[in-house]
């Protein structure tokens, strides 16, 4: 865990093939995705750094995820191209306490899938129409500072089932316009470190240029930082703390 | 809500019957509960003030439950001598975003078992003897560097069943010398306000001296200070977002 | 608890007052919403009485509520009329074991709120328009033989933020056309007793008649059948099981 | 799903290997653990199987997954053993809604850690200490019956922290004489299946002879039996249900 008088060091990740493969998408996000999200949590007050998927171990090699007190992800069509190692590494440092934000598709990737224990499949539709992302648990940190609803004008459409578990606090349910709702905002423990699933963000639309969409985000990165014990014990212990009598089997 | 850069407001309530009617008690805490609760949150930073029963409105009039961040509730004995009023008054804050710290034998105080729609009842024996506080969620930040137990040598037994709705979340597990177990450590939503029940601290044991003891609180009511939205919007909503069809019933 | 052998006995209480004092609603529930919901449950098997707000004590004095296993709720203009001792009895009922399935405007009754300790208000409005029901539990019980989504071609929209604790299951969210959501099939225990909250079911629209409407609330009153421990211990308990060294205070 | 008619289909499955080896095991158990187990399954009514680790495909061939409705496992020193097709098997078939019971030492199965998405490990003593097991949910369906603890006069300490998600429903909490506590009954929602994660049962020791321990056994088939929807949607669903405007992107 970072000092507590040190900003919050945040890895934003991303996929990055969108962007340089597809000249409509790039008119999006000129710097990719990454840089889109990196910028307002900079201005945030966090210590942030990005990573990309072909970039060497996809950025996350060395001391990476051990200085990593919160790390964002968004990943899209190539979800089996990140090696298992990494996911595995990914997996283990959030069990350890790292926070991790998983946005959008992400939720196919593979330290997501791996960290729920279900399918995470859901239904999808890309026809552009509105979504309103509204508020259920109104005092959670993650809704600080937020309207009741935020509004995004096109957004691709995901829709229940969406097969997680449920959430430990669920904190929004988006609405369609096409008639689904999708459980957009949702927190989980997993060992010592937390987790949260935000629906939007599909790479056609400039959703992570809504200042709402960023104030979630920065929310989420702050309800996710290490916090808790500084050692979980498990394992052999032979010797009670309370006396017990002797046991012959 | 007090601004961000201000410290957060804490009131202290304390029944504070046993410590003047009792010489064994006093001893124990010469300058009342509220007192000894209160030093350790000012060494924390926070700004504090006390409360007590048989002060004019409980010491909770005023502006002082609308000038509160968070308010921490020690009773026992003489729960029915809280006015009607005032318990509303507490309930109806917490629901507007307030955060709520009941300790001990406040299970069974007004604004409690108001906020609960249980019963709270539970098992008890006053047989001083050990109890062992167990983290069974050790990434919670109610839990920020305690250590994985908190063992304190005399206690007054709680045992299950804990009439009480099942946490949102559950932080901590006791274990008694005699053979019971509990639920000790409990976080709640209840409208825009976060509730934390915290097992420990009868009268006749200095618990309330005991550094972890102390920190758990301190943790809590940082967990609970108000967060969230600024509005929430309920009633009437006569016209819809979206355009609808005129329907003729 | 009735005998296992024996068919639950489930009493459907209804406020009874739109169907008789307007020609417009009673055109819709000849027969009151009582009768509309309490045919189709006797149907699948169930013993079924009904009760009115005018009946004396509300029809749920003498033994009633001591000989109802699952009581399902409908009241919505003069919640303020049943009397406080019948709400009480209601909420003791509950607590010892059962159920109460709370039907639509329901949610502003006595005994919801004082079940829920939350203010329980919600946003409405009365425009006509569609709702649809998604299952977002798809496994649970009450989600038995249904399909995915239950269309409502005409309903009251209800919208969130609607003021109740997280359920313990969450089995169902609303979508209404005019761009809200709900969290519309809610899951509760409180002491030994269940509660689901069900949303549609305004009186001008004939919900109750929709064949899937009365398959939920038929899986509603299974789930919520009493179950559990036979007795419950709380109070008092000076001798421990284990063996406790003298403690002098 | 079998048919509502008939008796649920439930394969008990244990590794088999303690009472082959050791003939202090053999002792206790003389027909396996999984007959011990089995044997007042059958006499609840149920159509019981049972299966083992060295049979072909561990017993768990062609359609007997597909033919059982709730699985009852125990393992505990060769996990590794068990193939990864067959575990993986397991987890689809909980997904499609079979029920799942994991038994003590079966928290390091391949199927259970796979659908927690956690390390599962925990805290473990052999000393042969008394065990209760309190229930804190008494109104729940796998309470039916029981006293408000279950006492094993000897068994394997099992310790917080016990590196799981929150339980959906939390219904029993363990107390071992050494000083520890452990969340012992423990409900999930995987998909469209039901797990019950229940804590005792070293093989050294008769628990499965024990009439609350077969009955909670019982119960929690009875509570894990599929229920719920027929067909779950997910996938690309490229036409609303609702009208939509053309999006030009």
């Known amino acids: 865990m970072s000092n507590s008088n040190s900003p919050l060091r945040v890895t934003v990740w991303n996929e990055y093939r969108h962007e340089q493969e597809s000249e ?38 060395g001391d990476v995820l051990a200085n990593t007190d919160v790390l964002v992800w968004w990943g899209h069509k190539v979800h089996e191209l990140v090696s298992d190692a990494i996911a595995e590494q990914v997996v283990q ?27 995470c499949d859901l239904k999808w539709r890309e026809a552009g129409e509105r979504e309103r992302i509204w508020i259920v648990e109104p005092g959670h940190p993650i ?27 669920l904190v929004m349910v988006s609405w369609f ?24 963000g599909h790479e056609s639309f400039p959703t992570y240029e809504h200042p709402h969409v960023q104030q979630v985000i920065a929310n989420a990165v702050r309800w996710a930082a290490p916090s808790g014990l500084e050692n979980v014990v498990r394992g052999h212990i032979p010797v009670a703390a309370e006396e017990l009598e002797v046991y012959e089997s």
Chains 1, 2, 3, 4 share one sequence.
């Open 177 to 200: 316009q096409g008639g689904e709702i999708f459980r957009s905002g949702c927190c989980y423990h997993r060992g010592q470190g937390k987790i949260f699933y935000f629906r939007p």
């Open 93 to 119: 440092r959030v069990w350890a306490g790292m926070g991790l934000i998983v946005l959008h598709s992400g939720h196919f990737s593979k330290p997501f899938k791996r960290l729920m224990g279900t399918g």
């Open 24 to 61: 409509r998408i790039r008119a999006v996000y000129p710097h990719g995705i990454h840089n889109s999200i990196a910028a307002p949590l900079r201005t945030a007050g966090f210590e942030v750094r990005t990573a990309t998927l072909d970039e060497p171990d996809h950025g996350l090699g």
């Open 143 to 169: 809704a600080q500072g937020l309207p009741e609803q935020i509004v995004l004008e096109h957004e691709e459409m995901y829709g229940e089932h969406f097969d997680i578990p449920a959430p430990d606090e």
